[in-house]
C-alpha cells in the first residue's frame, strides 16, 4: 500500500504507469487506423530499459498467453481514447483563447511536442525529479523540438508545487489550460480537494481544466483489474483514497464542468470493450472532465 510521502522512479510504483501510457500510445501508434500518433511513446518505453514493456515483448506475451490479450487491448483502447479526447479539449481551449498550458503529474505526456502550438506558447510541466530527468534525457536523444516554449518544474504534487511553478514564470493573470490526465485516482480525496483548491487560486476566468475522474475509489482488491500483466500490482499504485466527488465540488466552486464517459468515448471511436472484458470495471469506473472558469 502507498503512504503520504512515498517517492518513485520511472520504473516503480506510480511512475511505471506514465510507462503503462506510454506502451498503450507506442501500441496504438502502430495502428494502421490510429486515433492518435505518439512517435515519442515507443522511444519512452525503450529507453526505460523494460524489455517486458516493449510492443515486441506484448505480442510475445499474448501468442504465448492469450488470456492476457484483453488486459493489452484494453491499455491500448483507453489510452488512445482519453489521449485523444484530451487533445481535442485541449487544442479547444488554446483556441478559446488560453494563452499557456500547466500539465500536473506530466510524466512521458509528450504534448508539449507533439500538439501544434502557437509559437512561444509556455508549456509547464510538474512531476518528481526523477521522471523529468528520464523524461528530458530521452527528448535531448532525439533532439526533439517544439514550437511551444517547454519549461519543466521538478516538484512532489504534495509540496508547494504552485510556488515552484511561479518561479518558473508562470503567470496567474492570464487564462490557462490545465491538465491532470491520468492522477485524481492516485490523490486521497483529501488531497484531490487541495489539489483543484490550488489549481482555482491561479485560474482566473477563461481557464480550463482538464482531468479524468474516478466515479468511485480505485481499490487494490479491484479483481477484475489485472495489471499484472504489466508488471506491477494494484497495492503499488492506490491509497485507501477515500470518495471525493470531484465534478459536483468543481461546479460549486467557480468551475462550470461537462463530462463523458469513458465507455461512451470508447464507443464513439469505435472501440467499444468486448463482452465480459475483464477492464469493465475500470472503464466504467472513469470519466473524462472538461471544466470552464467562470
Known sequence: MRTNKDSWTITSSVGRTALLVALGRA??????????????????????????????????????????????????????????????????????????????????????????????????????????????????QLDAQTAAHRTTVACDLRDDWLGALRDAGFRDDIPTVWLAEGLLPYLRAEDQQTLLTTIGS??????????????????????????????VTMDELFFDIGQFATQDWLDGHGWATTSDSLVSLLSEYGRPAPEGSPWTRMQQSLDLVVAHRR
Open 202 to 231: 491561479a485560474a482566473p476566468s477563461g481557464s480550463v481544466l482538464i482531468l479524468d475522474v474516478p466515479r468511485e475509489p480505485f481499490e487494490p482488491d479491484h479483481a477484475d483489474f489485472d495489471a499484472s500483466a504489466f508488471g
Open 27 to 140: 501500441l496504438e501508434t502502430r495502428r494502421p487506423d490510429a486515433l492518435i500518433r505518439d512517435r515519442f511513446a515507443e522511444a519512452f518505453v525503450r529507453a526505460a530499459g523494460e524489455d517486458s514493456l516493449t510492443p515486441e515483448a506484448i505480442d510475445e506475451l499474448v501468442d504465448s498467453d492469450p488470456s492476457v490479450a484483453g488486459s493489452v487491448t484494453m491499455l491500448r483502447d483507453m489510452m488512445a481514447a482519453r489521449t485523444l479526447r484530451i487533445d481535442t479539449a485541449v487544442a479547444d481551449a488554446t483556441a478559446s483563447g488560453c494563452a499557456q498550458a500547466v500539465i500536473l503529474a506530466s510524466g512521458l505526456d509528450a504534448r508539449a511536442h507533439r500538439l501544434p502550438w502557437a509559437s512561444g506558447t509556455p508549456v509547464f510541466e510538474v512531476d518528481q525529479p526523477a521522471v523529468l530527468e528520464f523524461k528530458n534525457g530521452v527528448l535531448d
